[in-house]
């Protein structure tokens, strides 16, 4: 008994967790600073956290109300029907709801390059496949409507990640415009605006009340804190009516999940000090890290530090854990999630110190 081909599905390779690595070096994960992920270091909001533990007796009970609750005010913060906003899983949850809906057999995806490798392996899942565009490092990653148009072939669905992970970089708003007006009839962009809150360039969800051939995705994995719950969404054109019914996987957003997120929608205070302190972070990285980066619209900065594979390696053996972008084909690149003050701190003078031992590749 074998399942199906796999061999094109390649595994998802996450930033490693702090337990992990506690556990391979032989210290307490809290003398970690785990940077390799893009989580929120300020943790969850409050409210959400006792939202969490008043739902906690009620989990014997499948979600309905919440769901409900959480689409709704979605809606009303985004002024889009309950209709457009697909509540998910992660907005992973909400690609494979996409993908679900868009794709027949052998349709094609279109995706940046390096870019999220979830696009592709939904796709792959769905008896689908992927071709990619170059998000050029030699052009600063810029991204524009004419790099994808080269690139694109009519493909069912063409990804857009703005700010774009690994690199920062951002898409401008009236570049998608362009896109939406070029593509072909059958054609969707996807625009991940996974770290959105944290740019300062307009929501593509503004786009839904124009265009019909956009798809919005946003999760509370980053900003909000909310990584461990899995809770996101996409926002998707108005015509799609009932879609979400026919494709959704029943309940897999959970209770908890939901409640959270409502409560974490309340709490403006604890988004608006994240981003801050985002920026602030952002900008000290790129100051003094002695080392070329390069302007990130995200909560993360991309680093060119060599071989960065023996640089993550010696970082994380003192205890400060980055993303080796090798796996995103940047073997010469490490991606720094933005940290609390002292954190960063940290992770400058741990790579500071790194990169002026370690020969350049
Ligand atoms: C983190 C991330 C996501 C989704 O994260 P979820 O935790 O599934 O919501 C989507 N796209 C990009 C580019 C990301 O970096």
């Known amino acids: 008994m074998q399942p199906r081909d796999l061999s094109a599905h390649t595994p998802y390779v996450p930033g490693r967790g702090t337990e992990e690595v506690a556990r391979e070096l032989g210290v307490d994960p809290e003398d970690l600073t785990k940077l390799s992920s893009n989580e929120n270091p300020h943790g969850p909001s ?37 209709e457009q906003v697909w509540v998910s899983p992660g907005a992973d949850g909400a690609i494979d709801y996409l ?48 790099s994808v148009l080269d690139a694109y072939d009519g493909e069912r669905m063409v990804y857009l990640t703005t700010p774009h992970n690994p690199s920062g970089a951002t898409f401008a708003i009236d570049e998608i415009r362009t896109l939406a007006e070029s593509v072909e009839d059958h054609t969707l962009l996807v625009v991940d605006e ?45 015509s799609w009516a009932d879609a979400y019914a026919r494709v959704n996987t029943p309940f897999a957003a959970s209770e908890l999940a939901c ?7 309340d709490d403006e205070d604890h988004v608006e000090k994240t981003v801050e302190s985002v920026e602030w972070s952002r900008d000290y990285l790129r100051a003094e890290l002695d080392v070329p980066t390069w302007e990130s619209a995200g909560n993360f900065v991309l680093a060119q530090v060599g071989d960065a594979t023996a640089v993550s390696e010696a970082s994380q053996r003192e205890g400060v854990i980055v993303r080796d972008c090798t796996s995103f084909g940047l073997p010469e690149c490490i991606r720094i999630s933005c940290g609390t003050k002292a954190q960063t701190k940290r992770a400058v003078d741990v790579l500071n110190q790194i990169v002026s031992e370690v020969p350049p590749a």
């Open 194 to 238: 996974a770290y959105g809150e944290f740019s300062d360039e307009p929501s593509a969800i503004d786009l839904l009340s124009e265009y019909d051939n956009i798809a919005v995705l946003r999760t509370f994995s980053k900003a909000y804190g909310l990584a461990g719950l899995r809770i996101g969404y996409a926002c998707v054109p108005e």
């Open 99 to 146: 993908t679900r809906a868009m794709l027949e057999p052998d349709d094609r995806v279109l995706e940046p390059s390096p870019g999220f490798t979830y696009y592709s392996m939904s796709a792959r899942y769905h008896h689908g496949d992927a071709v990619q565009y170059e998000v050029s490092k030699d052009d600063d990653f810029e991204q524009t409507a004419e």
């Open 46 to 82: 409050q409210q959400a956290v006792a939202a969490i533990q008043d739902a906690a007796p009620t989990v014997s009970v499948y979600p309905k109300t919440a769901h409900t609750d959480l689409t709704e005010k979605l809606a009303d913060k985004w002024r889009l029907t309950p």
């Open 259 to 265: 409640r959270a997120a409502l409560a974490a929608l």
